[in-house]
């Protein structure tokens, strides 16, 4: 309530009786963060170059990759909680 709205409800006066800071409730924040790591792989053949095939260019990988394991996601989460709050003030009217 405004200043005006306690005038309008205490047309005589009006006492302060308390001012507050109250929670109404909570808002969660959460942050994550991934991270992958591919597993290792070995490779069976070899490097072929392009130019002896008779193509012009660079190298490439002519053979078979084979992992050696499992990829691994490893994921962070951080949560933070803020009060969400509101101002009070618990009036009265004076006494007559």
Do not use: W
């Not at 009006?14 to 792989?41: D, L």
């Not at 909680?81 to 004076?94: A, G, N």
């Amino acid at each position: 309530m405004n200043e005006e709205l306690i005038k309008k409800k205490c047309p005589d006066g009006y006492e302060i009786v308390m001012e507050e800071e109250y929670v109404k409730g909570q808002v969660a924040h959460t942050h994550s963060r991934s991270k992958t790591r591919e597993a290792p792989s070995l490779g069976i053949g070899g490097v072929q170059d392009d130019a002896q095939a008779g193509k012009t260019g660079s190298a490439s990988f002519a053979g078979l990759s084979i992992p050696l394991g499992k990829t691994e996601e490893e994921t962070n989460a951080t949560t933070n909680y803020t009060d969400v709050t509101e101002y009070r003030i618990h009036f009265r009217p004076k006494p007559l």
